[in-house]
């Protein structure tokens, strides 16, 4: 069990010890005096995890050696005089004065330290018994932890030995209401009194850790499908009838909350629903949290998975945000305006070139579904959870993705594939990059490609008219068509006259055929400018703000090195690279 898989445990056992059964929450301040718990507690239980008897002295004990100073500054009932003996074997139950005392020390920082490093301990003890037993899975380890700190180990191998296998926490929850038809004793680790606390261990290791058996050894395209599952199986819940609480519920019980804010029955509740939708699988690393569209555009900024690029084609399990003022010109504007909702993909073809999109608040407070061509009016941009991050099992292949619309895998129900197949070269110069297969449309961010620029080639698109255009990927990060006709695979004529050296002038103005970084000299071991090292001009030519000259940045040449074979100019901002390992980069 590793750190984070343990925090859950903590957030889950604190929560039906002693938070009331609310996930993540625990009272470090919590007692129960004798018999308050159970008839058979013969002294008291102490702190968040509720430490019975002998492990409550132990966390008194462990307070003592940590902070001496605090733990008699906070003694006003000579408990430590008390931690010589043994409190079940006496039965010792404290006063009141001693009550007080207790809880000023536990509640000491070293006190909850002192707390929190005795539970892991115990769970430390709990899960190697687990294990010695035969239980491997963590959702079952957890399972094995929360009856063992219960009731004990005898009871805990009472209810596995039963329990059908493989173990699931399904299958150990099974075993143990079992003790409720055994009514010479209304007091065993699966009894009535017992049974929400159990159901709520077996909801949040689904939420949080989710079955092994079903999630490990998952490609990406398999869990990309099981967060757009997750919304198509809440399809037709609505506000009206409260249905939709089931979203708001699981939403609010993951902590902490977005901005403190808890969802109310009556807000907006599309990015909570797209939200709630990784939580259910457990993907909250990289599918941020949000109740906003706009914070959750930030969140996914942040994560460097956000997407604006004109001709990006989403896969099944991407975030969709839109902005319902966008104009008619859409395609030849940059919309940058505060979202005013979200969907998750749940379907993509690119022959009628339509995404499927699930949504939570559509009208009427609806969960339903909408039909929208790809990279149409109302997009206004894409958040990109790094599923290729979490794929442990084979089958599919991807490349990590960028801010600018790197991303995924080969395609996903009937998608576009994203990863690179060939190199290709660009034969002639002023070649239009498009937003799909025959569009007049061009892409925003990379309009145009020039002679012997060199593009990856991740697709093949038939156009209205069958004819074949590629779905490139240029510099590693931007997606667009260009007309097969005008490309080439990279290499098949070498000699090519549009890659020989060109000669630059100072005070000639050119144009940069590509994204180019800017250097503080000529050579790629000069160290690279960042985007506020730029001159104003250049900054407002780099529009991702990376520090590099957006493509069709016309520069002027200031002066000329030769470094080996390839040619730097200077330019206002810094040096670029003009031609460089046979490649023209300035024309």
Request: glycine share 10%.
């Amino acid at each position: 069990m590793d750190k984070k898989q343990l925090e859950i445990l903590t957030n889950i056992i604190g929560a039906v010890e002693s938070g009331g059964q609310v996930y993540g929450k625990r009272r470090y301040e919590a007692y129960a005096g004798k018999g308050a718990n159970s008839a058979n507690e013969k002294t008291c239980t102490l702190g968040w995890a509720q430490n019975y008897g002998n492990e409550a002295r132990k966390l008194c004990q462990m307070i003592l050696k940590e902070d001496p100073g605090a733990f008699r500054g906070a003694d006003t009932a000579g408990i430590e005089s008390r931690l010589s003996q043994d409190w079940e074997a006496i039965g010792w139950n404290p006063s009141a004065t001693e009550k007080a005392a207790l809880i000023a020390i536990i509640t000491t920082p070293s006190g909850k330290k002192c707390q929190d490093e005795l539970f892991e301990q115990l769970m430390e003890t709990y899960i190697k018994q687990a294990v010695a037993y035969g239980v491997n899975t963590v959702p079952a380890q957890m399972m094995w932890c929360e009856i063992e700190h219960l009731g004990g180990l005898k009871p805990t191998k009472r209810i596995f030995g039963r329990a059908a296998k493989p173990y699931t926490p399904d299958s150990v929850y099974a075993s143990l209401i079992l003790d409720q038809q055994d009514t010479s004793n209304n007091n065993q680790v699966g009894d009535k009194m017992y049974q929400s606390r159990h159901q709520c261990c077996v909801k949040w290791i689904k939420q949080y850790v989710g079955e092994e058996k079903e999630s490990a050894g998952m490609t990406e395209n398999e869990l990309r499908q099981m967060v757009a599952n997750n919304m198509r199986g809440w399809i037709g819940l609505k506000r009206s009838d409260r249905s939709h609480m089931v979203i708001i519920n699981l939403y609010n019980s993951c902590l902490p909350l977005a901005r403190g804010y808890k969802v109310q029955p009556t807000d907006d509740y599309c990015a909570t629903g797209a939200s709630a939708a990784g939580i259910k699988a457990g993907l909250t690393d990289i599918i941020p949290r949000e109740c906003s569209c706009g914070y959750m555009i930030q969140l996914f900024q942040k994560m460097g998975r956000w997407v604006e690029n004109d001709a990006y084609i989403p896969d099944t399990g991407d975030f969709v945000f839109y902005y319902w003022k966008d104009g008619t010109n859409y395609a030849t504007t940059d919309c940058t305006s505060w979202p005013d909702h979200v969907g998750i993909v749940l379907e993509v073809n690119k022959n009628t070139r339509e995404i499927l999109i699930g949504e939570c608040n559509m009208g009427g407070g609806l969960v339903g579904t909408r039909k929208i061509t790809i990279n149409g009016r109302y997009i206004r941009g894409y958040g990109i959870p790094d599923y290729a991050s979490k794929a442990t099992g084979k089958g599919n292949s991807s490349n990590s993705g960028t801010n600018s619309g790197t991303t995924s895998s080969g395609s996903a129900s009937g998608g576009i594939n994203k990863t690179p197949k060939w190199v290709g070269e660009i034969t002639q110069d002023n070649v239009t990059v498009k937003t799909w297969a025959g569009s007049s449309t061009s892409i925003k961010s990379w309009p145009v490609l020039g002679a012997g620029n060199l593009v990856d080639i991740c697709d093949t698109i038939k156009d209205n008219s069958g004819h074949d255009w590629y779905y490139i990927l240029i510099a590693k990060k931007v997606y667009g068509f260009v007309d097969s006709s005008y490309i080439r695979q990279a290499g098949s004529n070498s000699g090519n006259s549009s890659n020989k050296a060109p000669t630059y002038k100072a005070g000639t103005v050119y144009a940069l055929q590509v994204e180019l970084k800017v250097r503080t000299g000529a050579g790629t071991g000069c160290p690279t400018k960042s985007y506020s090292q730029l001159t104003l001009d250049g900054r407002r030519h780099d529009k991702d703000h990376d520090g590099c000259l957006d493509a069709g940045t016309q520069v002027t040449c200031q002066a000329i090195k030769n470094v080996g074979s390839d040619i730097w100019i200077l330019v206002p901002s810094g040096w670029i690279a003009a031609y460089y390992d046979g490649n023209v980069y300035v024309k």
